[in-house]
T-cell receptor
Framework: DVKVTQSSRYLVKRTGEKVFLECVQDMDHENMFWYRQDPGLGLRLIYFSYDVKMKEKGDIPEGYSVSREKKERFSLILESASTNQTSMYLC??????????????FGPGTRLLVL | AQSVTQLDSQVPVFEEAPVELRCNYSSSVSVYLFWYVQYPNQGLQLLLKYLSGSTLVKGINGFEAEFNKSQTSFHLRKPSVHISDTAEYFCAVSVAGTALIFGKGTTLSVSS
């Protein structure tokens, strides 16, 4: 089974802090994604990465950056956390299912509270 | 660009009743379609997907969905729901190689 893990289930940070959210997948997938989930808004794409050291902005990249130094790890960075970044953050990974797939596999999520 | 509309934000049903969660999409090119389920305090789990072939797709937990290209819909159905089906359901679309675009979700509440 594909496994996507996220470093924390819950985080509490102060406004202005630098925050790192880590995501690791164990299936040698090239593609990885970061979404945030807010009530009534669904999931919105922040950044994605097609391969190591590659990144693309999603729909809401402002206030975030990412790092992908190794294939299995994709980090989301909040340079200076603000209260409007309080949210659920979901990481996803995409590989191939029997060679014909576009399925994204999700981690359990990190619920971030910025005070 | 693609977009997804989930027509109902909340769907309350009684146990053992049938249910349909509606999803419409917009795209000028061929798409792949997905339904995910999210139980409280958990990540998203794939229910089913349409990539090509038969337009009736069967998934886990007794769910199925039908791809209707002319109506640009991908509605999710289950003939008899259980209490344990209470969750949030997300419809999503992608074009080959791109990230998934999600609808805003439908909360299914099953009561006895």
């Amino acid at each position: 089974d594909v496994k996507v893990t996220q470093s924390s289930r819950y985080l509490v940070k102060r406004t202005g802090e630098k925050v790192f959210l880590e995501c690791v997948q164990d299936m040698d997938h090239e593609n990885m994604f970061w979404y945030r989930q807010d009530p009534g808004l669904g999931l919105r794409l922040i950044y994605f990465s097609y391969d190591v050291k590659m990144k693309e902005k999603g729909d809401i990249p402002e206030g975030y950056s990412v790092s992908r130094e190794k294939k299995e790890r994709f980090s989301l960075i909040l340079e200076s956390a603000s209260t409007n970044q309080t949210s659920m953050y979901l990481c996803a990974s995409r590989g191939w299912d029997r060679g014909t797939d576009e399925t994204q596999y999700f981690g359990p999520g990190t619920r971030l509270l910025v005070l | 660009a693609q977009s997804v509309t989930q027509l109902d934000s909340q769907v309350p049903v009684f146990e053992e009743a049938p249910v349909e969660l509606r999803c419409n999409y917009s795209s000028s090119v061929s798409v792949y379609l997905f339904w995910y389920v999210q139980y409280p305090n958990q990540g998203l789990q794939l229910l089913l997907k349409y990539l090509s072939g038969s337009t009736l797709v069967k998934g886990i937990n007794g769910f199925e969905a039908e791809f209707n290209k002319s109506q640009t819909s991908f509605h999710l159905r289950k003939p008899s729901v259980h209490i344990s089906d209470t969750a949030e359901y997300f419809c999503a679309v992608s074009v080959a190689g791109t990230a998934l675009i999600f609808g805003k979700g439908t909360t299914l509440s099953v009561s006895s």
